[in-house]
C-alpha cells in the first residue's frame, strides 16, 4: 500500500513538472492560457451559469490536453526523425488538426455561452 502511495504521489510529481514545463515553454499554451483566462473574467462579468462554467471548463481542459500532447507528438517526432520526412510531417499535421478540432468545439462552446449574453446587453 506505501509503494503505490508513494508511486501515485511520484507521477503527480511528473505531472505537474510537465504542466510547468508546457505553461514555460509552449508558446501556444501560454497564449491559450492567457486568452482562457480573459474569457474566465468575461464569465465572472456576465455571470454565466454553473452549467456554463463546466462546459467552458471542459472545453477550456479539453483545448489544453490536446494541445499538450500535440507538442509531445512534435517533439517525439522531432527527436526521431530531425530532417525534413514526408511522413513525419503527415503525423505532425494529424496532430495539429487534433488540436483543430478541439479549438473548433470551444469556439462553439464560447459562442452558445456568450451570443445570448451579448445579445440581452445589445
Same mark, same amino acid.
Given at each position: ?41 468575461? +464569465? #465572472? *462579468?456576465?455571470? /454565466? @451559469? ?12 479539453? !483545448?489544453?490536453? $490536446? ?21 513525419? +510531417? #503527415? *503525423?505532425?499535421? /494529424? @496532430? ?12 462553439? !462552446?464560447?459562442? $452558445? ?10
Amino acid at each position: 500500500m506505501i509503494l503505490f502511495i508513494k508511486g501515485r504521489l511520484q507521477s503527480f510529481k511528473y505531472a505537474f513538472r510537465g504542466l510547468f514545463l508546457l505553461l514555460k515553454t509552449e508558446h501556444s499554451i501560454m497564449a491559450q492560457t492567457f486568452i482562457f483566462l480573459l474569457i474566465i473574467i468575461l +464569465g #465572472f *462579468i456576465v455571470g /454565466i @451559469s454553473k452549467q456554463e462554467w463546466v462546459n467552458q471548463t471542459m472545453a477550456m481542459g479539453l !483545448v489544453l490536453g $490536446i494541445e499538450g500532447m500535440n507538442t509531445a507528438v512534435e517533439k517525439l517526432a522531432d527527436f526521431v526523425h530531425k530532417e525534413k520526412h514526408p511522413k513525419i +510531417g #503527415f *503525423i505532425k499535421d /494529424i @496532430s495539429a488538426g487534433a488540436v483543430t478540432f478541439t479549438a473548433l468545439t470551444f469556439i462553439m !462552446v464560447f459562442a $452558445i455561452t456568450y451570443i445570448p449574453y451579448i445579445i440581452k446587453i445589445l
